[in-house]
């Protein structure tokens, strides 16, 4: 049955469910479906949510001690922008935004995503060896190909062997 389907599990409640509730406790996970009445009997809201103001979030989490009592007051050297401006529009003014507030973008930051460094994934070039054997392998099927137009049959034979020694195998 599919979750459009579904009735709800509330105590003798046969109205279709509207809400999809997963409760996790001690690692334990556990899911009911409630129709509006049996939802609202446990607390849980069937509104949808407030649209998100950037702008305001930001503002909250810059409220609360983040920046020095100095900072709002000076600007950025390159740009003029000053941290109220930031904090108010959610944008930085310039790169050189990021040197002159630098203690605050690191709380922020710190607050937002638990950290100011990166922790994310690294990009890794291809392995350069593997791109010197694709070189290599395009040169002897080329090799190939003209040994097998003039008809040179020996030669061939021995690039095709080449190639299957080179060629991952799968």
């Not at 000076?74 to 050189?96: A, I, M, P, Y």
């Given at each position: 049955?599919?979750?459009?389907?579904?009735?709800?599990?509330?105590?003798?409640?046969?109205?279709?469910?509207?809400?999809?509730?997963?409760?996790?406790?001690?690692?334990?996970?556990?899911?009911?479906?409630?129709?509006?009445?049996?939802?609202?009997?446990?607390?849980?809201?069937?509104?949808?949510?407030?649209?998100?103001?950037?702008?305001?979030?930001?503002?909250?989490?810059?409220?609360?001690?983040?920046?020095?009592?100095?900072?709002?007051?000076?600007?950025?050297?390159?740009?003029?922008?000053?941290f109220e401006d930031?904090?108010?529009?959610?944008?930085?003014?310039?790169?050189?935004?990021?040197?002159?507030?630098?203690?605050?973008?690191?709380?922020?930051?710190?607050?937002?995503?638990?950290?100011?460094?990166?922790?994310?994934?690294?990009?890794?070039?291809?392995?350069?060896?593997?791109?010197?054997?694709?070189?290599?392998?395009?040169?002897?099927?080329?090799?190939?190909?003209?040994?097998?137009e003039v008809e040179?049959?020996?030669?061939?034979?021995?690039?095709?062997?080449?190639?299957?020694?080179?060629?991952?195998?799968?």
């Amino acid at each position: 049955m599919s979750e459009a389907q579904r009735e709800c599990e509330g105590p003798d409640c046969n109205n279709p469910a509207v809400v999809h509730w997963t409760q996790v406790v001690n690692n334990e996970s556990s899911t009911q479906y409630l129709c509006k009445a049996c939802a609202a009997a446990k607390g849980i809201s069937t509104d949808p949510p407030p649209e998100l103001d950037v702008t305001k979030f930001l503002s909250q989490l810059g409220a609360k001690g983040s920046p020095a009592p100095s900072e709002p007051s000076r600007s950025c050297t390159f740009c003029g922008l000053t941290f109220e401006d930031f904090r108010n529009t959610g944008r930085l003014g310039c790169s050189h935004c990021f040197t002159t507030y630098d203690s605050s973008m690191r709380r922020l930051l710190e607050r937002i995503h638990g950290s100011s460094r990166h922790v994310g994934k690294v990009y890794l070039p291809p392995d350069p060896e593997a791109a010197e054997i694709d070189r290599r392998l395009d040169g002897l099927r080329r090799s190939l190909r003209r040994a097998i137009e003039v008809e040179d049959f020996e030669r061939a034979a021995l690039l095709r062997d080449e190639i299957r020694e080179h060629e991952p195998s799968d």
